[in-house]
């Protein structure tokens, strides 16, 4: 692995496991918001017991805090993608200018 | 050193930018001290009925990879500079940025269209909720990542350097 290369990966590593672990989020907290709702939807006007509520309520808000999380996660597979075309543009712009065959001609007119 | 100031100079400095500044006498001397880093100052050529060209002085790569920036203090006419090829990257930049926006105005559109009471979220399959959530979380990074990149962007065009050739 290059030195010059060896960022760009990491940039690319960087944007695909924090995209991976967003959606991953999103998909356990919406599976625990889901058997929250459907707990709440079974169980209305039931009375039960605090155990079971508490508990239903921990698998809700831990889904929602779960939620809450993938964001900034998504936001930062974005920055990371973003970041890479940066670098690509930046290196672009200052890359070692071979001789275009343009100027190859001017040159030779010249001389 | 008394005798460069007899001489009309201080030996400290480029004595080009100095009054009493005279090619004759003067042309071979350089400033002793090191001077400050991205101060230095142009070379003198030697000899002006012979000048050394730049691009055989230094290799081309060592003049792109170690400069800060575009070299002002160099004497470069408008001809040098050939017009900036577009780069590929910097147009990825800017069209990713756009369909960052474009994504984000049409989840927006998208929730507007939900069941305002949220039935599909409420009582809506596993998938219903995921879908729902989704769209809820990926929202704003879209349109926060479309703002960061249209910066990038513009900050890329604002700093790309002129181009001089060979």
């Not at chain 1, 290196?91 to 030779?108: F, K, Y």
């Not at chain 2, 002002?72 to 006419?77: E, K, Q, R, Y």
């Not at chain 2, 069209?95 to 989840?107: E, H, N, Q, R, T």
């Not at chain 2, 039935?119 to 703002?147: H, I, K, W």
């Amino acid at each position: 692995m290059s030195e010059r290369r060896a960022p760009l990966i990491g940039l690319v590593a960087l944007a695909a496991a924090t995209a991976v672990t967003a959606v991953v989020f999103l998909w356990i907290s919406s599976d625990w918001q889901f058997q929250a709702n459907t707990f709440y939807t079974e169980n209305g006007g039931v009375q039960l017991a605090e155990e079971e509520y508490e508990a239903i309520n921990r698998l809700s808000y831990g889904g929602y805090q779960l939620f809450l999380l993938s964001t900034p996660l998504f936001l930062g597979a974005f920055a990371a993608g973003l970041a890479l075309l940066a670098v690509l543009a930046w290196r672009w712009d200052r890359r070692p200018i071979a001789a275009e065959p343009a100027d190859a001609g001017q040159a030779t007119a010249a001389s | 050193m008394a005798g460069d100031r007899d001489a009309g100079v201080d030996p400290r400095f480029d004595p080009v930018f100095q009054r009493g500044y005279d090619p004759a006498v003067h042309s071979g001397r350089q400033p002793r001290t090191t001077p400050r880093h991205g101060t230095e100052p142009t070379p003198v050529i030697a000899s002006p009925e012979a000048p050394e060209p730049r691009a055989a002085a230094v290799p081309a790569v060592e003049q792109v990879a170690s400069a800060p920036g575009p070299d002002t203090t160099s004497p470069v006419t408008d001809a040098e500079f050939e017009t900036h090829s577009r780069n590929p990257f910097r147009l990825a930049l800017l069209l990713v940025s756009i369909g960052f926006a474009a994504g984000a105005a049409l989840l927006l559109w998208r929730r507007l269209q939900d069941d305002p009471y949220g039935n599909s979220y409420a009582r809506g399959t596993s998938g219903d909720v995921f879908a729902y959530q989704f769209v809820e979380a990926l929202l704003a990074p879209l349109l926060t990542a479309a703002l960061i990149g249209m910066c990038l962007w513009l900050v890329l065009w604002a700093i790309r350097p002129g181009r001089r050739r060979e």
